[in-house]
C-alpha cells in the first residue's frame, strides 16, 4: 500500500555527452545547455521555471551559487537552493524539488547539475577535519575511502576479486548499448578488468569511474502540468535520505551505508518491494558501491551480492532486475557532482520507454539512489510510471 | 624503505584546538578526549562532546594500542607527493577506547591483515611527526 500519493512529477530531461576535457568552457556554459534540452523536452519556456536547484561547481563558484546560475539563466525563481550532497545532489534535489511544490512555493523546478573539466583540476582547499587527520597520513582521496570499505567488505564475507569484478564487467556491457557512454565501443571482461593496475588496494582501475565532463537536467513539476506535457508523467512515488558521517574513518558501518534507510523509506512511501522494483538506477562510483546497495536494498543477505547477480542474469536489460542500463557511470563515466543525475535521467528513459537498444521490457518502475562522499550522504527515489 | 621524512606532502592544517594532540604526538604520547558526563571517549577532537552535548571534555593519555580495522596498499596515491613512497598502506584504526582514527600503517602490504593488534608508532613524514601505527611486537617505525 502506497504511504504517500505522488504530487509531483518529471516532465522533461536532458544529458550532455561525457567528454574527457572541455578546455575553454566553463561550466555554466554546460549548465545553460543541458537545461535548454530539458526544457524542450519538457515543451516549457524559461518563463515557466518557478524554482531552481543547483549543485556546488568543483573549482568554481564557491557562493551563491543559485543566484549566480540563475541570473546566466536569465531567471528570477520563487525557490531556489544549492544541494550539496556529493553524488547524492541529483537524486536529493529531485525529491525537494517535489517538497517545494507540495508546499506551494513554486510550480516548476530545473534542477540542473554539471561541471567542466580541465586535465589539472586544483587541489581541494579544505579546511576541515579530514585535512588534518586523513591526509597526512597518504589517505586523501575517494579512491582510499572506498577501497577502506571494499577490504572490509571482502574480509567480512570472503567476497572474491572476481565477484566485484563482474559490476564492472557488466556496467562496461550495458554502455555498449548506449553511443553516449564514454566506454562505448571498449566492453571490458572480469579478467581484463582484474588486469588493470591496481590503484588502492583491493580496487583495480578499471573498477573506478572515469572522470568527465558532462552535465543532467531534470524538470520537476506539478501532476496538472505534466500531464500536458508531451512525454509520460514519471511520478515520483517515494523518497528517503540520510546522511551518516563524512570522513571514512567515522562511518558507523563499514560493510552497510546509509542507503539502507534511505531505501526502506522511499520503498516504504510507494508501497513496493525492491524485488518487485522493475529497474535499478544504482549509483556506481565503484564496483563496492553496487555490491553494498544491492545487499542493503534487501535483494540479498549481506555478503550474497554476487551470487545474486548472478541468479538476476547479469545487469543488462533482459536481466530479471536489470541494473544501469546507460552503462552505469562505470560505463557512462562519471560527470562529477551530476554523475548521480545520470540515474534518475536513465529512469525516467526507462519508465517512459523506447529507449533505443535498451529498453527494459514493461517498466513502470525504478529505485534510483545517489552516493555521496565515503558512502556517507544517502539518497534513494522510487520512480513510477503509473500515478 | 622509502624516507618518510624526505617526503613532500601535505602536512596537517593544525587548528587550535587540537594543539594538546599534535604536542602529544611529538612528545610520543596519543591523546585523545573523554567527556566527564557521558563517559565517551572521543576522536577527532571537539569543543564539546558530540555524543551528549556537553562541555565536560578533557584530555586524557590513550593506551596506544588498538586494532587495523581496513587497510589499502595504497599504488596511485591521492597526492602526488607521496609516490615516492608507493606502495605504501594506510588503514583505519580502532583504538582500544574506541575511536576510529585514520593512520598511515609500517608494515609491507602482504604482512598485514584485518584485526591485527597495532600500537602507536610516532614517525617523521614530511619533517612532522605523525601519529603512525605498526603491528603490535614489531620495531618498525620507533624511529623517534
Same mark, same amino acid.
Given at each position: 500500500m502506497r504511504h504517500l500519493s505522488p504530487r509531483a512529477a518529471i516532465s522533461g530531461i536532458g544529458e550532455l555527452k561525457p567528454q574527457r576535457r572541455t578546455d575553454g568552457v566553463a561550466t555554466m556554459d554546460l549548465l545553460m545547455?543541458?537545461?535548454?534540452?530539458?526544457?524542450?523536452?519538457?515543451?516549457?519556456?524559461?518563463?515557466?521555471?518557478?524554482?531552481?536547484?543547483?549543485?556546488?561547481?568543483?573549482?568554481?563558484?564557491?557562493?551563491?551559487?543559485?543566484?549566480?546560475?540563475?541570473?546566466?539563466?536569465?531567471?528570477?525563481? *520563487?525557490?531556489?537552493?544549492? %544541494?550539496?550532497?556529493?553524488? /547524492?545532489?541529483?537524486?536529493?534535489?529531485?525529491? &525537494? #524539488? =517535489?517538497? !517545494?511544490?507540495?508546499?506551494g512555493q513554486c510550480e516548476t523546478v530545473l534542477c540542473v547539475i554539471g561541471n567542466h573539466r580541465n586535465p589539472t583540476p586544483p587541489r581541494s582547499p579544505n579546511r576541515n577535519p579530514a585535512r588534518e587527520f586523513d591526509t597526512p597520513f597518504g589517505a586523501s582521496g575517494a579512491n582510499t575511502s572506498y577501497a577502506l570499505l571494499m577490504q572490509a567488505h571482502m574480509a567480512a564475507h570472503g567476497c572474491t576479486a572476481e565477484d566485484y569484478a563482474q559490476i564492472a564487467a557488466g556496467s562496461r556491457a550495458n554502455a555498449q548499448l548506449n553511443p553516449m557512454a564514454i566506454f562505448f565501443?571498449?566492453?571490458?571482461?572480469?579478467?581484463?578488468?582484474?588486469?588493470?593496475?591496481?590503484?588502492?588496494?583491493?580496487?583495480?582501475?578499471? *573498477?573506478?569511474?572515469?572522470? %568527465?565532463?558532462?552535465?543532467? /537536467?531534470?524538470?520537476?513539476?506539478?501532476?496538472? &502540468? #505534466? =500531464?500536458? !506535457?508531451?512525454h509520460k508523467p514519471v511520478y515520483l512515488l517515494g523518497a528517503g535520505?540520510?546522511?551518516?558521517?563524512?570522513?571514512?574513518?567515522?562511518?558507523?558501518?563499514?560493510?552497510?551505508?546509509p542507503l539502507r534507510p534511505a531505501m526502506a523509506r522511499a520503498l516504504s512511501q510507494a508501497g513496493i518491494a525492491a524485488a518487485d522494483i522493475d529497474f535499478l538506477s544504482f549509483y556506481d562510483c565503484y564496483t563496492i558501491m553496487v555490491a553494498t546497495t544491492i545487499e542493503d536494498a534487501g535483494l540479498c543477505a549481506p555478503g550474497g551480492f554476487?551470487?545474486?547477480?548472478?541468479?538476476?542474469?547479469?545487469?543488462?536489460?533482459?536481466?530479471?532486475?536489470?541494473?544501469?542500463?546507460?552503462?552505469?557511470?562505470?560505463?557512462?563515466?562519471?560527470?562529477?557532482?551530476?554523475?548521480g543525475m545520470t540515474h534518475v535521467v536513465e529512469a525516467v528513459r526507462q519508465i517512459r520507454g523506447g529507449t533505443e537498444g535498451r529498453q527494459i521490457e514493461g517498466c513502470d518502475t525504478a529505485l534510483v539512489t545517489g552516493n555521496g562522499a565515503t558512502m556517507s550522504e544517502a539518497v534513494a527515489l522510487v520512480l513510477g510510471g503509473t500515478p | 624503505m622509502t624516507d618518510l621524512a624526505a617526503l613532500q606532502v601535505p602536512g596537517p592544517i593544525h587548528e587550535p584546538l587540537n594543539a594538546p594532540f599534535w604536542e602529544g604526538v611529538e612528545a610520543g604520547v596519543l591523546r585523545i578526549q573523554r567527556c566527564g558526563a557521558c563517559g565517551a571517549s572521543v576522536f577527532y577532537p571537539r569543543p564539546i562532546c558530540p555524543r551528549c552535548w556537553s562541555d565536560a571534555l578533557r584530555w586524557v593519555e590513550a593506551r596506544g594500542t588498538g586494532r587495523l580495522k581496513s587497510y589499502s596498499e595504497i599504488f596511485k596515491p591521492g597526492h602526488p607527493g607521496w609516490s615516492p613512497a608507493t606502495p605504501y598502506l594506510v588503514g583505519?584504526?580502532?583504538?582500544?577506547?574506541?575511536?576510529v582514527l585514520m593512520s598511515h600503517i609500517l608494515a609491507a602490504g602482504n604482512a598485514v591483515a584485518i584485526g591485527d593488534?597495532?600500537?602507536f608508532a610516532p614517525t617523521d613524514i614530511g619533517g612532522r611527526i605523525l601519529p603512525c601505527f605498526a603491528k603490535a611486537g614489531s620495531e618498525t617505525g620507533r624511529e623517534v
Open positions: 545547455r543541458v537545461s535548454a534540452e530539458a526544457m524542450a523536452d519538457a515543451e516549457i519556456g524559461p518563463e515557466e521555471v518557478d524554482g531552481l536547484l543547483v549543485a556546488p561547481q568543483v573549482g568554481e563558484t564557491p557562493q551563491h551559487v543559485p543566484a549566480t546560475v540563475a541570473e546566466y539563466f536569465g531567471m528570477q525563481p *520563487e525557490m531556489s537552493n544549492l %544541494v550539496d550532497l556529493g553524488g /547524492a545532489s541529483g537524486p536529493g534535489m529531485i525529491w &525537494r #524539488a =517535489a517538497a !517545494a511544490i507540495a508546499a565501443g571498449q566492453p571490458a571482461g572480469v579478467e581484463e578488468i582484474l588486469a588493470s593496475p591496481m590503484v588502492a588496494s583491493p580496487l583495480h582501475l578499471l *573498477e573506478i569511474v572515469m572522470p %568527465v565532463a558532462g552535465a543532467d /537536467a531534470v524538470i520537476v513539476t506539478t501532476m496538472e &502540468r #505534466a =500531464a500536458r !506535457a508531451p535520505e540520510k546522511i551518516t558521517h563524512r570522513a571514512v574513518s567515522q562511518a558507523p558501518d563499514l560493510t552497510s551505508g554476487a551470487a545474486w547477480l548472478r541468479d538476476n542474469g547479469g545487469m543488462g536489460p533482459g536481466a530479471r532486475q536489470p541494473i544501469n542500463t546507460h552503462g552505469g557511470q562505470l560505463g557512462f563515466g562519471q560527470p562529477d557532482l551530476a554523475g | 583505519l584504526v580502532e583504538l582500544t577506547e574506541g575511536p593488534a597495532l600500537t
